[in-house]
């Protein structure tokens, strides 16, 4: 069978000296999260392993690139949702934004937040970006209405390290979930925790199945965050 391995980056620093960081390093737990999540899957073998370009995921990846010796692979389209250039200004101003999104109508907030990146482009990227990555190795969507697969070597392992967001609509992109603007509400996904899809054959084709969602049970419980 094959499996997608889906691993969430690991705790960012997203406010420094009470002002917003975009693009945020990690802060020594979401190091230590990232080490700890290379221990785990450092032995496990992988066709294909990539990150997200952004430096959250890079950190996140780089322990792991090194545990299995292989040189880092970015791939830009597991880029989460881009948030609105917020560095440097006060950590309220962020937090209030997300108050005012939260408590939208359910279908406003496809608009996603002001200055950002609307959450229904956000999921069409996504989409767009796993079935061409999908479609390069011989992995393309049946036609019908339901989430069936030919699959051209159902033995591939592929681990991709992004964001709680961009993780989220792949595992709806795969299992034929419609996609709500709140998916990362929908799927709690905690920092550096590992998801696993495997494919299930059937008669006319592979079908995928979530086997684990945000498995962290390599931390420690004060460490699991999200």
């Known amino acids: 069978m094959m499996e997608i391995v889906l691993i969430r980056h690991g705790e960012p ?14 802060t020594t737990r979401g190091r230590d999260q990232a080490q700890r999540m ?5 032995n496990e073998p992988f066709d294909e392993v990539y990150c997200s370009p952004l430096r959250r995921a890079r950190e996140t990846a ?9 040189a880092e692979q970015i791939d830009p389209w597991l880029e989460e949702i881009r948030n609105p250039i ?10 209030e934004a997300y108050r005012q999104d939260r408590a939208r109508r359910s279908h406003e907030r496809w608009q996603g937040l002001d200055g950002g990146e609307p959450v229904d482009e956000f999921v069409e ?15 393309r969507r049946l036609p019908g209405d339901l989430a069936m ?26 299992l034929g979930l419609s996609a709500t603007p709140w998916e990362w509400d929908r799927f709690v996904i905690g920092h ?3 998801s696993r899809l495997q494919t299930m054959e059937m008669g006319d084709g592979h079908t995928f199945s979530l086997t684990r969602l945000s498995d962290n049970e390599f931390l420690d419980r004060p460490d699991r965050t999200v």
């Open 38 to 42: 290379a221990d785990a899957l450092g």
């Open 86 to 95: 917020w560095h440097g200004t006060p950590q309220e101003k962020s937090e």
């Open 13 to 26: 620093e997203w406010i420094r000296d009470g002002l917003n960081v975009d693009n945020p390093p990690l």
């Open 62 to 70: 780089a322990p792991l690139f090194d545990a299995l010796g292989r």
């Open 192 to 194: 550096a925790s590992v």
């Open 149 to 174: 697969w030919d699959i051209d070597d159902p033995q591939r392992r592929i681990a991709l390290v992004a964001h709680a967001g961009t993780n989220s609509v792949v595992i709806c992109h795969l």
């Open 125 to 139: 990227r996504i989409h767009v970006g796993c079935s061409l990555f999908l479609q390069e190795r011989g992995i």
